[in-house]
């Protein structure tokens, strides 16, 4: 062993047995030379992209493009430089996260976390107010819908006069389909309609996301009429929600909450049920009343009031049933829409009569939604209708 030591490692007449301490010493400087790259060289560590050109490094944020301005208010900016070595005059700027209480109601405890975004679209509410936002809960290996629901209901400019912003929530993938962070940056840098926050995207984090659209709006759209919160399954009739059901004619409402209604629901107690609800969580005999998940539309001032209040309530995973605890705790009732068809959490049999005059029906392939919506199209008139 020493003597393929002395051989391959010391040709020049090193005396190996004399020297094995300098030897140890060689090792030792080597190996704390090693941990001094590690540990000091930033680019030794696991990165992530947090934000659209923000580089996530061991709590710190480095901001690497020219689109500064758009930083959430989530970052606080650290430090300023300028490479030297580098002509290129290239700005080094760090961010650090704040502190994750941002809005605190009637001195409630914050036990809640904040998940930072990793996609936002901060600047979509500046020009002007929307009439409408639509918040659409998809995952992110969901392209095809949201291809679909872009050409169709979700559509920006499909009314003139009407400003409707879309937005798609999104958690980080979570089935290990292989849709990565860098996947849906592109599709957003494409499309700007993507929020994105950093927080596994599962059936039991959907209040996490819906309440991830609470802020956005508590922060980046607070003016905006009106909110529809639907699901990328669901075939949602934009101009009748619009003229059928908000009315652009009269003045926005306030504290308005309405969907398919459901009240007087009993939590589901059977420990297989997709809706089990254990008696810790929510002891009570009864739901108060809620609007199921697959399509609610509220007034936007409920937005900030719904955040704000969550954030002393504990979370429970059905979120249509959290917002209606949330409701609840603010004395505001959420109402039945003007005709009980109007929102649908099943499939509706498809008729140009019937679709005409609801606002949801649900369980639509991306490929039915686009058939059936343009076959829509060119029968808005099939039947007597009324608004518009
Ligand atoms: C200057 O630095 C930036 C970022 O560190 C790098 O992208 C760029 O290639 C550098 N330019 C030169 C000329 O070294
Ligand atoms: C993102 O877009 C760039 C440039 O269009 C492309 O080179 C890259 O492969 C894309 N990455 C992913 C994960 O789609
Ligand atoms: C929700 O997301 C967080 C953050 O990624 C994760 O730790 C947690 O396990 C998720 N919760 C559920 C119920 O999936």
Request: proline share 5%.
């Amino acid at each position: 062993m020493s003597s393929w030591r002395r051989r391959h490692c010391f040709p020049l007449g090193w005396n190996w047995h004399t020297n094995r301490f300098l030897f140890h010493c060689f090792v030792l400087l080597f190996l704390l030379f090693f941990m001094f790259l590690l540990f000091n060289n930033n680019r030794w560590l696991p990165r992530q992209i947090i934000y659209r050109g923000i580089v996530e490094v061991d709590n710190t944020y480095s901001f690497q493009s020219k689109v500064s301005e758009s930083i959430p208010k989530v970052f606080q900016k650290l430090v300023v430089s300028r490479s030297k070595n580098n002509q290129s005059n290239h700005r080094k700027v760090q961010y650090r996260r704040l502190p994750t209480v941002e809005i605190t109601s009637n001195g409630a405890s914050q036990n809640t976390p904040h998940y930072g975004y990793i996609i936002n679209e901060a600047k979509k509410c500046q020009k002007s107010t929307p009439f409408l936002l639509l918040l659409i809960s998809v995952e992110p290996q969901q392209l095809n819908a949201r291809e679909a629901i872009r050409q169709t209901w979700g559509k920006e400019d499909l009314f003139p006069g009407i400003q409707i912003v879309t937005l798609f929530l999104l958690g980080r993938d979570a089935k290990g389909t292989g849709t990565t962070d860098q996947t849906i940056i592109n599709e957003s840098s494409q499309y700007h309609d993507i929020i994105q926050q950093n927080y596994l995207d599962t059936y039991n984090n959907l209040t996490v996301k819906t309440l991830m659209g609470m802020h956005w709006i508590t922060t980046f759209c607070p003016k905006v009429a009106y909110v529809m919160k639907t699901d990328s399954d669901m075939f949602v009739n934009t101009e009748h929600l619009i003229y059928g059901l908000l009315k652009p004619e009269i003045a926005p409402q306030t504290n308005y909450f309405t969907g398919y209604f459901m009240k007087g629901y009993a939590p589901n107690r059977n420990k297989k049920s997709k809706w089990y609800m254990s008696q810790e969580l929510y002891p009570g005999d009864l739901y108060p009343p809620f609007c199921s998940g697959t399509g609610y539309v509220f007034s936007g001032d409920l937005a900030e009031k719904i955040y704000k209040v969550s954030l002393s309530i504990p979370r429970l995973h059905l979120e249509d049933v959290y917002i209606g605890v949330c409701l609840a705790k603010l004395g505001i009732k959420p109402v039945p829409p003007p005709k009980e068809s109007d929102f649908n959490i099943w499939r509706v049999y498809y008729s140009d009569c019937v679709y005409n005059q609801i606002v949801t029906s649900h369980q639509f392939q991306p490929t039915e939604l686009l058939k059936y919506w343009n076959q829509l199209q060119q029968n808005k008139h099939a039947c007597s209708k009324t608004h518009k």
